[in-house]
């Protein structure tokens, strides 16, 4: 009877000081080697069990677990995964298949609720990784701030995939990864548009949006349908206006003489060195 | 009741300029476009889109209405061109004829786009096409009339309807008005001035929105110089844009065509923009090129073309002049030849003096 006690003792004593000395774990707990720990990721990576340990091991300073050689082990800790946030190339917001520039600065907010692990976490550019700790020159990492600056170095055109893996001590991860070109030749305009599109100045300035394939002095022509310019701007190389990427200029729908343009179709054209390069049409009706 | 006519003539002439002025005067700013100030005929396009003062001409006739007062015969014409790297396309089909003095005509302008995009934000709050398109399109039906006034003074008036359309989103149609005056100063230079679209009426949008179409007051010159050389050069004061074009015909069938125009584009800048272009016109059918170059962006840079055909008037025979003398004399036969003695009157002399005759010797007998 005495070791009956004695083995529940054994058995209830560390969920008792588990129960007394954890307040900041939670739930779910895993059992019996099991990896410990989540991970998550967002946009495009699928989720993956990180970090298998072994009967015994720890990594979390947040748990409290006991493992031992009764063949279990019960634990809990920090299961929230890194976040990355604020992704930005040059300064300007990111989607899957912007155009970058080959030497452009990424940018993010690289977070965690216990700490990065900044030997684990990296940026991928084509597959080739650089952890945290390892970025130097332009490139860094601020732990305090969770500031991640990344200066590329891409030398082909073409799409490149870019990636952040973000691991905080606990083994929890967090992926984000873009598709994005390249493209160092003649300086393209695409997606060229008006929004809204039929356009009513009496309701506010419209935007034009574009993306350009690089930096590069660009000009807004907008011609009547008579052929007429109406309206004119020019922007310099790595200004609002024409850098590397996704562009918009707003637009209060007058002309250079300061008229409201009249109930009409308008013919935008993207202009760089003397060349439309981009090209939309736009209804004007109030 | 001559004297009476012609003050008549002159406080009408004296009370159009004051109209014309005063619409002048009197434009905001007008915010519609008049597709017709595209330029009406490829050859007002090639001789820098002049066409204030074309007498006779049956494209000028629906810039300048006054011009109908002096087309010679009925007429067709037409026109094409492609505007925006083909993103714009227009049409002109018209018709003139003169009756009892009076000269008028009919043109049909339409032009047309398509392809053009809604627009929405996406989830990233990037602009992105919504998947929606439409299209538009633009008509304007003129109806000019002109008549000569007196030897000098021709004037005359244009009734336009608009109509322009973005299918599925709205649409819209208004009129207007054109006045003319021409004024032959002598047999080589006329003047002229034409007010477009002098009415407050403008176009009414389905959306509830009025919007004038934009005035323009336009002065011009066509000036005859020697060897087939013509002159035109016309003047827009709303606002301000120069026109001017030459042409000269080395052949009667044959014109070729020059000119500029110098454009606002506002913020104190404009664009110059350089035409050229050539004229053919073979027993009344006449065919005329119109090449545009645009000074604001190269490549949108086009072409012109019209067809039309005004039978040629029948020319009045060459007459041979006598050789020129300063009065007609008359001619007076000459009289019959008739043998009359010619009885020589006596002469009156004085009496002859007494001759003393010298005394004759008696002739001694002979023994």
């Given amino acids: 009877m005495k070791k009956i006690t004695l083995m529940v003792l054994l058995f209830l004593l560390p969920a008792v000081a588990f129960a007394a000395s954890s307040t900041n774990y939670s739930s779910p707990m895993s059992i019996v080697g099991a990896g410990g720990g989540n991970s998550s990721s967002s946009n495009y990576s699928g989720t993956s069990a990180v970090g298998a340990s072994a009967v015994g091991k720890s990594v979390s300073a947040n748990y409290i677990g006991i493992s031992g050689g009764l063949g279990f082990s019960i634990y809990s800790g920090d299961t929230t995964p890194p976040v990355i946030s604020n992704t930005q190339m040059d300064g ?35 597959g080739v990784a650089v952890t945290f700790a390892n970025l130097t020159g332009s490139s860094s990492y601020n732990a305090a701030t969770g500031a991640l600056s990344y200066k590329l170095n891409i030398t ?44 009513n100045p009496n309701h506010g300035a419209g935007v034009i949006a574009y993306q350009l394939s690089k930096d590069g002095d660009t000009s807004i022509y907008i011609f009547n349908m008579i052929g007429r310019l109406v309206y004119k701007r020019s922007f310099a190389s790595g200004q609002a206006g024409a850098q590397a990427g996704y562009n918009e200029v707003s637009w209060d729908g007058k002309s250079d003489f300061g008229e409201t343009l009249g109930n009409d179709i308008y013919f935008l054209r993207i202009v760089s060195g003397g ?9 004007v009706i109030k | 009741m001559k004297n009476m006519t012609s003050r008549l003539l002159d406080c009408m002439t004296a009370g159009l300029f004051i109209i014309i002025l005063i619409c002048g005067a009197a434009n905001a700013a007008s915010t519609s476009i008049d597709p017709m100030s595209l330029g009406i005929g490829a050859r007002s396009i090639a001789m820098g889109r002049t066409n204030v003062t074309a007498p006779g001409d049956i494209n000028a006739i629906f810039v300048n209405p006054a011009n109908a007062a ?56 990037r602009v992105t096409a919504s998947g929606n398109s439409f299209d538009y399109s633009n008509s304007t039906i003129a109806a000019a009339f002109g008549k000569e006034l007196n030897d000098k003074l021709a004037a005359g008036g244009s009734l336009k309807m608009f109509s322009k359309s973005f299918s599925g989103q709205s649409s819209g149609t208004g009129f207007s008005l054109d006045l003319g005056l021409l004024y032959k100063l002598n047999s080589a230079l006329t003047l002229g001035v034409a007010a477009q679209n002098v009415l ?7 959306t509830g929105v009025n919007e004038p179409v934009a005035m323009n007051l336009k002065g011009g010159l066509n000036y005859s110089l020697p060897n087939n050389f013509l002159v035109n050069a016309d003047l827009d004061l709303m606002p301000f844009a120069a026109h001017a074009g030459v042409e000269w015909k080395p ?13 606002p584009t506002g913020n104190s800048s404009s664009v110059m923009n350089l035409m050229a272009g050539i004229g053919l016109k ?73 001759v003393k005759k010298p005394a004759v010797k008696p002739k001694p007998k002979k023994k």
Wanted: some cysteine; proline content about 8%; hydrophobic content about 35%.
């Fill in chain 1, 92 to 126: 300007k917001s990111l989607v899957s298949h912007d155009y970058i520039k080959k030497d452009g600065t990424l940018t993010a907010t690289v977070t965690d609720e216990t700490a990065i692990d900044i030997a684990a976490s990296s940026v991928e550019v084509d």
């Fill in chain 1, 156 to 199: 082909a055109d073409g799409d490149h995939s870019i990636s952040i893996r973000a691991v905080d001590t606990s083994g929890n991860t967090t992926i984000i990864s873009q598709s994005l070109k390249v493209d160092t030749g003649d300086l393209k305009a695409t997606s060229v548009y008006m929004y809204p599109n039929p356009f």
């Fill in chain 1, 275 to 283: 060349k439309p390069i981009g090209r939309t049409k736009i209804a």
């Fill in chain 2, 70 to 125: 002096y087309l010679e015969n009925w007429g067709a014409t037409s026109m094409y061109t492609s505007l925006l790297e083909g993103e714009m396309n227009y049409t002109m089909l018209g018709g003139a004829t003169k009756y009892q003095g009076i000269g008028g005509g009919m043109c049909y302008l339409g032009g047309g786009a398509t392809g053009l995009q809604t627009t929405t934000r996406d989830a990233n709050s």
């Fill in chain 2, 200 to 206: 407050p009426t403008g176009i009414n949008w389905g």
């Fill in chain 2, 251 to 263: 052949l009667p069938l044959l014109a070729l065509r020059g000119g500029l125009e110098n454009v």
């Fill in chain 2, 282 to 354: 073979i027993n009344g059918l006449g065919f005329d090129y119109a090449y545009f170059n645009d000074g604001s962006l190269a490549v949108n840079s086009t072409h012109f073309f019209t067809l039309s055909f005004m039978p040629e008037m029948p020319k009045p025979k060459p007459v041979v002049s006598p050789a020129p003398s300063p009065a007609v004399v008359p001619v007076i036969a000459p009289a019959p030849a008739v043998s009359v003695p010619v009885v020589k009157p006596k002469a009156k002399t004085a009496a002859p003096k007494a």
